[in-house]
């Protein structure tokens, strides 16, 4: 069946680091690939997307590629600020509608 | 409304009892989504809607669960004879057709005690 891994957290760095979260999927077919975000009190909250193979989402400074040869979808970011403090989800749409299938969250602490 | 809304936000019940999850989507959505997600855990699936019929339900632990959506808007998450094991923060989503961005809820967070 299809899943995702990502790494384990939590994550913890200095304001301006340089962030990445690895995540691997195993699927059948082509799957939609997504960073999901949920801040600190808040709902879950799409970060950035990429539907077919060497597709790079990029939003708020985040970015992350479809990577078909490796079937990963890194998330990274150049500085992260304090901000960026929250637990980040990797997940895929295997389906032709809207099911999503996550991975485990990995936890974000950035410090001043 | 602007927002996925869930309500309660969070719920304690006793071993044993029923209980109701009420989800009020972004209006004109037509695809309706549960999830559950357990402390460390993501999110998983348990049932889509389009429109008033659950298209899929295969995410649904067991015969306990069970799920509606009468007129196509609002949504409620039945859960009978509740267990320990049923504690997790219940996520709705939202989207305008099935395969577009979902939008979540806060969830519900669930304790049976």
């Known amino acids: 069946g299809n899943s995702v891994t990502q790494m384990e957290g939590p994550v913890t760095l200095s304001e301006e680091a340089f962030l990445t979260i690895n995540c691997t999927y195993t699927?059948?077919?082509?799957?939609?690939l997504f960073w999901y975000v949920q801040y600190p009190g808040e709902g879950l909250q799409l970060l950035l997307k990429?539907?077919?193979?060497?597709d790079k989402g990029s939003n708020k400074g985040f970015e992350a590629t479809y990577r078909k040869e490796t079937t990963s979808f890194h998330l990274e970011k150049g500085s992260v600020q304090v901000s960026d403090s929250a637990v980040y989800f990797c997940?895929?749409?295997?389906?032709?509608?809207?099911?999503?299938?996550f991975g485990a969250g990995t936890q974000v602490v950035v410090t001043p | 409304g602007a927002g996925v809304s869930q309500t309660p936000s969070n719920k304690v019940t006793e071993k044993g009892k029923y209980v109701e999850l009420r989800c009020d989507p972004i209006?004109?959505?037509?695809?309706l989504y549960w999830y559950r997600q357990s402390l460390g855990q993501g999110p998983e699936f348990l049932i889509y809607?389009?429109?008033?019929?659950?298209?899929?339900d295969s995410g649904l632990p067991n015969d306990r669960f069970f799920a509606v959506r009468p007129e196509g808007s609002v949504s409620t998450l039945k859960i009978q004879r509740t267990e320990r094991g049923d504690s997790a923060v219940y996520l709705c989503?939202?989207?305008?057709?099935?395969?577009?961005?979902?939008?979540f809820g806060q969830g519900t967070r669930l304790t049976v005690v």
């Open positions: 809607f389009q429109g008033t019929g659950a298209a899929d």
């Open positions: 997940a895929l749409k295997a389906d032709s509608w809207g099911k999503l299938q």
């Open positions: 990429a539907t077919k193979a060497d």
């Open positions: 209006s004109g959505h037509t695809a």
């Open positions: 989503a939202s989207s305008s057709t099935g395969n577009t961005e979902a939008f």
């Open positions: 699927a059948t077919g082509y799957p939609s």
